[in-house]
């Protein structure tokens, strides 16, 4: 995965402190923290795969004060806005940023492994196929017992795929090959059954997304 490749899909705002914020993540926290607290998702150390703005972490930790997040990207930018969130807490839960390529086998400084939760949000379909294989390897590589693997973002379902995720689907393609709209199902299960990793839930959330969470046994 290229660092230097640009990874957002819309405009984002940035204010004097270096915080970039995203539209949709402002649509869509919400529903996160209730996927997060029905599943109890709410404690110990979190992994952020592709943190993206950073404020996914800013805000959960905020909703969740037993919970310790870790950012990570390989996105400059990305890493930028993820120290500026850290900077401006309240609290001194948010680590990191680190870089992390999701399709190599070695995540550097996070290989020591234990983590209670890794999060990824909206990469799947924006990164080639080679990082969601090395994503749900390195799940079942570092998780704790017991832990959880959560993913949102857009899927298909055993070959059925809403329209507007289809075309959705076919616009990532036309800005790279390697992108696009994954089968949750046909492509993502049999990724987490070799790991080692079990469906615990899939959630529906706004715009045709999915919540996803595995748990290692």
Same mark, same amino acid.
Do not use: C
């Given at each position: #995965? ?18 970039? +914020?995203? =539209? ?10 209730? /996927? ?24 959960? @930790? ?8 870790? +950012? ?24 990191? =940023? ?22 990824? #949000?909206? #990469? ?7 990082? @969601? ?21 857009? +899927? ?6 809403? =329209? ?37 839930? /899939? @959630?529906? #959330? ?12």
């Amino acid at each position: #995965m290229a660092e230097d490749k640009p990874v957002a899909l819309e405009p984002r705002n940035e204010a004097a402190d270096g915080r970039r +914020y995203s =539209p949709s993540t402002a649509r869509n926290r919400e529903p996160i923290r209730d /996927v997060f607290a029905a599943q109890g998702l709410g404690t110990g150390r979190a992994l952020e795969i592709a943190s993206g703005t950073g404020e996914h972490g800013a805000f959960l @930790t905020e909703q969740f004060p037993e919970l310790r997040w870790t +950012y990570s990207d390989i996105d400059a930018d990305g890493r930028a806005s993820q120290s500026a969130w850290k900077a401006a807490a309240g609290h001194d839960r948010l680590s990191g =940023p680190l870089v992390i390529d999701a399709s190599s086998d070695d995540w550097g400084n996070a290989e020591a492994g234990g983590w209670d939760l890794i999060v990824s #949000m909206n #990469m799947v379909h924006i990164s080639p196929f080679a990082a @969601t294989e090395g994503l749900l390897r390195g799940a079942g590589r570092l998780l704790a017992p017991g832990g959880h693997l959560l993913l949102y973002g857009p +899927y298909a379902r055993n070959g059925e795929i809403a =329209p507007s995720n289809a075309a959705f689907s076919e616009s990532l393609k036309s800005r790279d090959a390697a992108w696009g709209v994954r089968d949750l199902d046909l492509e993502l299960f049999p990724l987490a059954s070799r790991a080692g990793l079990q469906l615990q839930a /899939v @959630t529906e #959330m706004p715009a045709n997304n999915l919540s996803v969470v595995f748990r290692r046994p």
